[in-house]
């Protein structure tokens, strides 16, 4: 049986993978997303290249193994926000998002033990609560989201935020859409624990 591989060292993702009982290896890609963003304009198609591209990296060094690679970013009015890296720079994504409707672009790609490719794209949209700059640094302050893409965290008090969210797959917010994943895996004859 082929080895799971997560082409990833995001703690979310993986949380999320150990949730439906798999136990994957973790690999850093060593993908330079900076080129992507110069190279592709288009937030949906940045995600989606990025997603291939990771998995791609380390299928490369893992043939014969099963790799799942992952991008996620929000944006909004076309402007991409991905992971903010300071408080400052957390508290001022957040600014951009308050009182607004944004979409949360989740893309994975899977490479098969054959080197084919199994992709996904998960959409959500998340309208955010009209809040102060005040009220946004505090939320920083508590839940240092500087890691995560449009500045929040929804599985802890970002949740009070939002004043609504569409979503197919909820797990996508996190970071990897379980329920595209389950399907794939299950195409790729890897029996799912649970």
């Not at 999320?16 to 992507?36: H, T, W």
């Not at 014969?64 to 996620?72: A, F």
């Amino acid at each position: 049986m082929p080895k799971l591989i997560l082409a990833s060292t995001s703690k979310y993702r993986k949380a999320l993978l150990e949730r439906i009982g798999l136990s994957p290896e973790c690999i850093a890609p060593g993908v330079d997303e900076e080129a992507f963003k110069q190279e592709f304009s288009d937030p949906i198609e940045l995600a989606v290249k990025l997603a291939e591209a990771k998995a791609r990296a380390v299928a490369d060094r893992y043939p014969g193994e099963i790799v799942i690679g992952g991008d996620q970013l929000a944006t909004i009015h076309g402007r991409v926000l991905g992971k903010p890296g300071t408080v400052e720079a957390a508290v001022d994504q957040l600014e951009v998002l308050s009182g607004s409707t944004h979409t949360l672009v989740t893309a994975m790609s899977v490479v098969g033990p054959d080197g084919e490719v199994h992709s996904h794209l998960d959409l959500s949209y998340l309208t955010m609560r009209r809040l102060d700059r005040e009220a946004l640094q505090r939320y920083v302050e508590r839940d240092m989201p500087i890691d995560c893409a449009g500045s929040y965290k929804l599985e802890e008090a970002g949740i009070a935020l939002f004043e609504r969210i569409q979503a197919d797959d909820y797990n996508a917010i996190t970071g990897l859409p379980l329920l595209g994943l389950v399907k794939i895996l299950s195409q790729l004859s890897v029996v799912i624990p649970v």
